[in-house]
């Protein structure tokens, strides 16, 4: 019996890899498979909300490999995919490694009926070497941005009638140039540790 335990155990994580390397996925609105991982790249397929998809490992940056059901490998950005477990457990199907893994957890008292609830968070890194040189500017996006700033006559009329009220904020200190430790001057009866306190 522990032998069958321990072999369903090596099994799982043995599976694991491949498991984490092609994920069940979904698309959450309808949006564009593109050839390369930026809005740049080329539409290679135009995806309705909720088609299943199988994402790989690969990502660079917000944008995640895919493959459609029809073969098609491409990228998409990650806020359009989703997990496809309720999907698949909506079709009976499931996820062949979690249900595995259920099954040898119940055999260590674990067992049972449980309900879960999914949840999807997603991390965007910030901007690389590699991004910064490949950077395309795009003047128009910029102005389209600008072009959607509020006024301080129209921040002031929201605020008025949002019932919120002025706040006076000191401004920052400015910042030491580069190579050099901030200096903060201290304030009357505050401990310096540069300097000698009197006893």
Do not use: C, K, Y
Not at 46 to 68: D, F, N, Y
Not at 136 to 161: L, W
């Amino acid at each position: 019996m522990i032998r069958t335990t321990l072999r369903a155990v090596a099994l799982a994580f043995a599976l694991l890899p491949s498991a984490w390397a092609q994920e069940a996925a979904v698309t959450r609105r309808a949006t564009e498979l593109r050839d390369a991982p930026a809005e740049t790249g080329r539409s290679i397929a135009s995806l309705p909300a909720q088609e299943p998809l199988t994402r790989t490992s690969e990502r660079r940056g917000p944008w995640v490999q895919v493959r459609t059901a029809g073969g098609a490998t491409g990228w998409v950005h990650l806020f359009d995919v989703g997990p496809a477990t309720s999907a698949a457990q909506a079709g009976g199907g499931g996820n062949l490694l979690g249900g595995a893994l259920r099954g040898v957890t119940s055999l260590f008292g674990g067992g049972g009926t449980r309900t879960t609830q999914t949840a999807t968070t997603a991390g965007i890194r910030g901007l690389g070497a590699e991004d910064l040189a490949q950077a395309n500017p795009n003047p128009a996006a910029v102005s389209q941005m600008e072009g959607m700033r509020a006024s301080e006559s129209d921040a002031r009329s929201f605020a008025d009638r949002s019932a919120w009220r002025t706040v006076a904020v000191d401004p920052l200190p400015a910042s030491a140039p580069s190579g050099f430790p901030a200096r903060v001057s201290p304030t009357p009866g505050s401990f310096n540790p540069g300097q000698q306190q009197s006893p």
